[in-house]
Structure formats: structure tokens, C-alpha cells
């Protein structure tokens, strides 16, 4: 999808070069050109094949996954202790939060091991949110970490904190099942937000997510809400659509700063239940590997989701989701926190790699949560992103490029950006990239034309 987008941008810089070369220049630039525009016939992307660029970006959209490091598991004894835990909910309540009293309608949850790194910037964020008294708010923290957070951190009086370190190694599998059950099955809220240790939320990044469970129940469409992953902000106007979401495709984007309605979470509650059932008591980090992964693959097939899917509980709580008719998910525009998985769980890139992709960035101003619409609802608004687009690309286009950004580009961005397909961090990177060669291909050097055209870019 985002080599599409590159593909355009490709086409047209190439474009542009040959016009601008095309009296300087030898007949080698010519026959570059036709070859490029053979290749590019057949299959849209053949010219970038291999590159790197083509990596990153399919690396940076794959992981809807959450296949944790190798962690030390007794997986029996694991699913001996969750049995025990759902099989009497007032009994299980009683033994995780012990006279806790619920004062929120919606429960945040914390999900973490044992890397205390990552946790001493993750969790200040979450205790320090906006509002943060107006949630309950659990740590569920993985067995057998070493890690005991108590005596790390100061836990603010202002806020509801319950403090749930697991007797065994869950596992994420087990672990994000728990979570679910949890909430909705042990402590009946209605509504659940999750948030991954490696992910640092801005101070309203939970009223904005609550807010957007509100709006989703009466979107017969909408499953879950998220925080947008990828950092946007230099395509968007943010004077204008801070608050704004819109619908994205269900299966776009990771599940690290998310939330969802109960009435969501009962209609694929028995099929979580099933996945828990097969994959308890196994080796979870094992589950690409046969016995584990041909009984997960079966119960794809026995539920009617793709053979060839993903593995993960994240991908079968999507597609059963999906299937339940809730094909979409409320995204924000802007990114409400700042992923910092490059210590491992999600990720095994180096700090550089990671940030080179994902960004540093997270929204710096201050919202209105209340004030979230959804800015698919009305299409001037959609035309008015679309211009604020091209308005923000030709800032950086004509500092290169003799003319205004291509209208097919400008297209192309939109509807992926619309989609949450956008990278926005790569794909500014690339244009800037692009109207460099562009500029040294000016200078008439023959050998940048053809480091170009072979999709070096
Ligand atoms: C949503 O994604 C799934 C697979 O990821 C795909 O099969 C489906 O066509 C997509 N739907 C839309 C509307 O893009
Ligand atoms: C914009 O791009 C989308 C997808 O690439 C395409 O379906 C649509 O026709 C384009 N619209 C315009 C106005 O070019």
C-alpha cells in the first residue's frame, strides 16, 4: 500500500527529470526512462523490488503481532491458575483487587513485564494523565518478572491504582486474555482502555480514548479505538483536527494505546474464549511452530478467518471482531503518545532504525477530548484535509521542485492517510529525498539519474 504511494512519487520526480534533462543530457537518459516506464507497466512497483525502502515499510505495517522475548513459562501452571480465576468472578475479584471499589465506568490497564526502563517512562505518564481520577486504573504486570513497581514508583494518592503482579508467566497470549476477562468478565465495566508499557500516552490521550468508546457504541461499524501509530502531524492541520478521528480499516494498525466498548468485547467473547482454550497450556512463543500453530490454524479455518492469518490473540480478537460486523476502528489523526518500543517487546530494530520509522513525535498541544468528531461524517471537511495536504507538501515540495506537487501525489497521500496507511515520518523523508536527487540530477550528473532509476531512492 505505502509502496504505492512511493511508486507515484517515484513516477513523477522521474517525470520531471527527463523533461528537465532531456536537452542537456546524452541518449543514455532516454533509454533509463523507457525502461523505467516497461518495468513500471507491468507491475506498478517493480522498479523498486529489493530496495530498502520496500522493507521499511512493509516491516513498519506488519506487526499487528505481540509475540513477547522469550520469557520463562510454565505454561500448565499458568492455565491451572486463569482456570481457577474464571471459574467463580466474585471469588476471583475478591483474591486480584481485594476490597477495591470501583468509581469509573471504564478500567485502564497498564500491561507490562519486566523492564523497568521502559516502565519508569511508560506508567508516570498513565498515573499523571489528565483526569486520571476519573478512571480506574490496574497494573496488570506479567509473572515471574523480577521488577516489583511498588517499590519503584510512587503511586499518587489522587488516583485509583490497583497493583496485579501475576502469579505465573502469562505470556502476552494468556496475559491480553486475562486483560479482557478482567474488565468486562470479573469487574463488569463497560468500557476498557489498554495500554502497552512501551507506548508513553500524552496527558489526554485517555480522556480522548473514552471519549472515542462513547462515540464508537452508536457506530454499528466501529469495534475498537486507537491512538494512531504513525506520526502524521506533517501532512495535518492541527488547528483544526486535533480532536478529529476517522474510520479506519479494522485491521490496520498495531494494538498498543486502544480501547473498546463492552457491548464489543460480548460479541466475540466466546470466541476469545476458544482461542484461550487453545492455546492454554501451551508455549505461546512457541505458536508459529506445529503442534501450537496448526491447532490455532484450525481454529481460523473453524471459524471462517483466513488459513493463512496471523497467529496472534490480537489478530483473532480483530478478525472475530470483524466478523461480528465491526469492520472498522476509530483512529486519531494526530498521535497521542510516543511509542518507545525499540527496547524489544514489539520490535528488535535498533533505536535509530526505530525512530527512523516510527518517529519521535507525539502531538504537543492541548485538546479538547470532549470535542472529537469524526471527520468522515462530512465531506467539505475531507476536501479540506485534502487541501490542507498539498498545501503542506508543496511547503517542502517547492523547495526542490520547480513546479507544485502532482495531483496524483497529493491524491495518493490523502487516501492513505485517510486510510492509516500513511507513514507520515517516511513519506515526508522520501519527498525530501526524492528533490535532493532531483537537485544533484540538475547538476547533470548521469550517474544519480541512474542510481535513481534503479530504485535506489
Ligand atoms: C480490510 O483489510 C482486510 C485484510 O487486512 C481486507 O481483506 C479487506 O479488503 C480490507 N477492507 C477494506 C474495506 O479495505
Ligand atoms: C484518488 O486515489 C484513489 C486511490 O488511489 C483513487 O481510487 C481515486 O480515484 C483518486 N481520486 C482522484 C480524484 O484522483
Redesign the pocket.
Known sequence: MYK?WLTFLMLWVLGEIFSHTANASSSQVPVLASRFQQRNRGSTVSILAGNSMKGVAQRSRRQLDDSGPGQQANPVQAAAYLDDLFKDYATARKQLVGSFNKRSRIAVVFMCFNRAGVIRQSLPAVMRSDGVEQFDLFISQDGGAGYNIEKDLHFPESSSIVYIRHKFNLCTGLHHHFVKSFTFDIMDYDGLIIVEEDNVVHPQALQLLARMIDLSIEQPEIGIVSLVDMDNSAFLDDRKYAEGINRVNGTMGHLWVYGFHKSRYEAVRSNLYDYYNTIKGHDYGMKHEPPLSDKIKALLVSKGFPADGELSQDRFFIYSLENAGYRQRYQTLFRFFEPIGYLGLHHRHTETAFFNMFGRGMFNGRIKPQAAFDVTKDTTMLLDIKAGVRDHINRVWLQYFPGKVH??LV??T??SLMEGRLNGVEAMADIKSAGMKYIASKTGNKLIIATFAGGNI
Open positions: 504505492g495531483e496524483e491524491n495518493n490523502f487516501v
